[in-house]
């Protein structure tokens, strides 16, 4: 155990909200990568314990803090990491895991937190800022992307099967973006495999370009195999209104805004880093569009650690979302894209099928 830990001063607070930080996911990591966490959580102090620990050493002491097993909690037994962290887990996330079951130990190194502006922890620096965002630096397949759609290679590809169905809403403001934590047993079908939805999540602008233009939001659906692999489904959201609108003298017949948005943002929690579930309902069919045409391209994660090989599908069509629901979405977060990355010499897909 690495107790008493030393800390000067000046890194406490850093410490104290890097630790906060590990309780957040990561916008695009499935719930699998809290796998690690959930384990290191799981045995000796708590970050919750060490938080305590230091802010009493904070309030009482002067000079360097000192934590000593005896300021932590006693009788806190190591338990085991729970089965369906390691069942969703990766073999190398499992590994990982088991690696990470140890006394809880803080790496100071690790002080700067990623963001989306510019400065130490921005974009150009998140694979400068631990190990395992390497992949956000030196990766060759790293989302977002421009898709130029006269370069897409046009395909009669099989359309994604979406096979969702209602879930009690569970929603986190994980101090990067809204995201919604979906209930087992909705899926979608890919080239003949099936990856079950784990979460959705918005950012603004839209990361992925189409010719250029970005659109004002996207969602992100996240999606696993059962084997590890993952997949993502962007919606791109825009405020212009679908061409059916039918045009009156008096101006355009009122456009609603997106249902299941408006039901997301009455239920935003008032707490960063706070899962609320408000026993409401929630059906992720109503962010889909009416066209199924998607381009394809293999990518990543668009947050640290920027992790390759994942297969995405952006949907050709947007939904409609109301202006209002984009302004209510840039009072929290006003911009949270990350640039887009080369394409080097990916191919893009373009389904031909609608
Ligand atoms: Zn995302």
Not at 52 to 71: E, F, H, Q
Not at 138 to 166: C, H, W
Not at 312 to 341: C, G, H
Request: hydrophobic residues 35%; aromatic residues 6%; proline residues 8%.
């Amino acid at each position: 155990m690495k107790i008493p830990i030393q800390l000067p001063r000046s890194l406490l607070v850093i410490a104290l909200s890097c630790m906060m930080v590990n309780s957040a996911l990561a916008n695009d990591a499935p719930a699998a990568a809290s796998a690690k966490p959930k384990a290191a959580a799981a045995s000796g102090p708590s970050d919750d314990d060490l938080s305590k620990a230091l802010l009493n050493k904070i309030n009482k002491g002067s000079g360097d803090i000192v934590i000593r097993t005896s300021d932590l909690p006693a009788g806190k037994p190591p338990t085991q990491v729970k089965p369906e962290a390691k069942a969703e887990a990766k073999p190398k996330e499992a590994k990982e895991a088991k690696a990470a079951a140890k006394p809880v130990e803080i790496e100071l190194t690790e002080v700067i937190q990623w963001s989306y502006m510019d400065g130490p922890g921005g974009p150009e620096n998140w694979g400068n800022l631990s190990k395992e965002n390497l992949a956000c630096m030196k990766g060759k397949n790293q989302s977002p992307i421009n898709i130029n759609v006269d370069r897409a290679v046009k395909a009669q590809m099989t359309p994604l099967e979406f096979l969702y169905r209602p879930s009690p809403l569970s929603i986190v403001d994980n101090g990067y973006t809204v995201m919604v934590n979906y209930g087992e047993g909705s899926n979608v079908i890919a080239e003949g495999r099936q990856y079950r939805l784990v979460e959705f999540h918005f950012h603004k602008p839209s990361e992925e370009a189409i010719n250029g233009e970005r659109t004002d939001m996207v969602a992100h659906l996240v999606h696993q195999h059962h084997d590890g692999d993952l997949l993502e489904v962007s919606i791109l959201m825009t405020t212009k209104p679908p061409a059916t609108t039918r045009r009156y003298l008096w101006g355009n017949e009122e456009v609603k805004g997106n249902a299941l948005i408006q039901t997301l943002w009455n239920h935003v929690p008032l707490v960063k880093g706070k899962v609320e579930t408000p026993g409401v309902t929630i059906d992720v069919n109503q962010l889909l569009p009416a066209n199924r045409g998607y381009f394809t391209y293999m990518g990543s994660l668009s947050t640290p650690p920027c992790t390759e090989n994942v297969l995405r599908y952006v949907m050709k069509t947007p939904i409609y979302v109301s202006e209002e629901q984009v302004k209510n979405f840039d009072r929290i977060y006003p911009m949270n894209a990350r640039p887009l990355q080369p394409k080097g010499d990916r191919i893009v897909k373009e389904s031909t099928s609608k």
